[in-house]
């Protein structure tokens, strides 16, 4: 194993966007705007629920916490990397690194369970059109909204574990804009073995299950459609499913590029461009596609007079 002096750290170096500081001001408001968005739109979505009654059912009961859940996956990261654009600062204590990684994973891992979540709500109303009232009930719903918690806590408190073991560095520099688990572990001397088996686990229970949930879903829904004679039928039945599907693309989509991206390219400023998609644009996207793709929450936000089209 390579020999490391950095035994004690106490802070890490984040990578810049730009080493030319005339751009600077120009990240700061483009930075700012899309956190703006991000945060307002997803407000709008839970404001729309909860305000009106139309809306309380699973599938916009599942939704509004999915926004929830993406203003604090794009707070964990953005606020401070503004903060660092504006103060031409990079530097992250230790213990800062370790938060920003337990509310990363916490809200990401709530994101992928939630959308596997609502794919199983669209697949019982699809699928099972007289039961959808019994089995996702209020007090089934709950108990799924608690369970995709504890899990995302589980998975943010593994990810804390596997950081907190890890005692000697090659280097202070990380090659991302925020504090990504796996770059962490890039730069930290454990075994490449161990590393990379829980890696592999985690990637494992917390991304492809998720994923093969909401493929398994979706095949079950493709198959009840393809029984309906009528095209008009199939159109309805499926539209419901259209702006979840979407934000699952994009979700996935982001996140699978940013992974390969990684993977292919040794360059680390693409592989900031790639976690910047992930992190940023999805989130500040999904709210966008379910209001002017859902009739429902559009009309809605008409009435409350806070949406112009």
């Known amino acids: ?44 979505i839970i404001l729309a629920v909860t305000s009106d009654a139309h809306l309380h059912n699973p599938m916009y009961f599942f939704l509004s916490n999915l926004s929830l859940a993406d203003i604090g996956f ?9 903060v660092d654009i504006l103060t031409h600062s ?17 809200f990401g891992c709530m994101d992928d369970v939630l959308l596997t979540v609502m794919a199983y709500d669209r697949f019982v109303a699809i ?30 408190q593994v990810h804390n574990f596997v950081a907190l073991q890890v005692t000697c560095f090659k280097d202070v520099e990380i090659p991302s804009f925020f504090c990504d688990p796996s770059k ?14 829980v890696t592999y686990m985690v990637s494992i229970l917390f991304g492809f ?15 009840a459609l393809l029984k309906i004679p009528s095209s008009g039928g199939r159109y309805k039945a499926f539209s419901t499913c259209g702006s979840h599907l979407s934000v699952v693309c994009l979700f996935y989509g982001t996140g699978l590029g940013t992974y390969f991206g990684s993977v292919v390219s040794s360059s680390p400023r693409k592989g900031v461009v790639a976690s910047l998609m992930y992190t ?30």
């Open 127 to 156: 699928c099972y059109p007289l039961h959808y009232s019994v089995i996702m009930n209020t007090r089934h719903c709950v108990l799924l909204l608690l369970l995709l918690v504890f899990v995302s806590l589980l998975d943010s």
């Open 1 to 44: 194993m390579e020999r490391c002096n950095l035994t004690h750290v106490s802070e890490f170096h984040l990578m810049d966007f730009s080493e030319d500081p005339n751009l600077h001001p120009i990240l700061f408001g483009l930075f700012l705007s899309m956190y703006l968005v991000t945060v307002l739109g997803n407000l709008l």
């Open 184 to 197: 962490l572990l890039d730069i930290s001397c454990s075994d490449t073995l161990i590393k990379n088996i």
């Open 209 to 223: 299950f998720p994923m093969l949930g909401i493929i398994f879903s979706y095949y079950k829904i493709v198959s």
């Open 280 to 309: 940023v644009v999805s989130p500040m996207l999904n709210p966008f596609i379910y209001s002017l793709r859902n009739r429902d929450i559009l009309s809605t936000l008409k009435r409350l007079q806070l949406w112009k089209i």
């Open 90 to 106: 990079r530097v992250i204590s230790y213990g800062g690194c370790l938060t920003q990684i337990s509310f990363f994973v916490l």
């Open 74 to 82: 794009t707070s964990s990261t953005v606020p401070k990397m503004i």
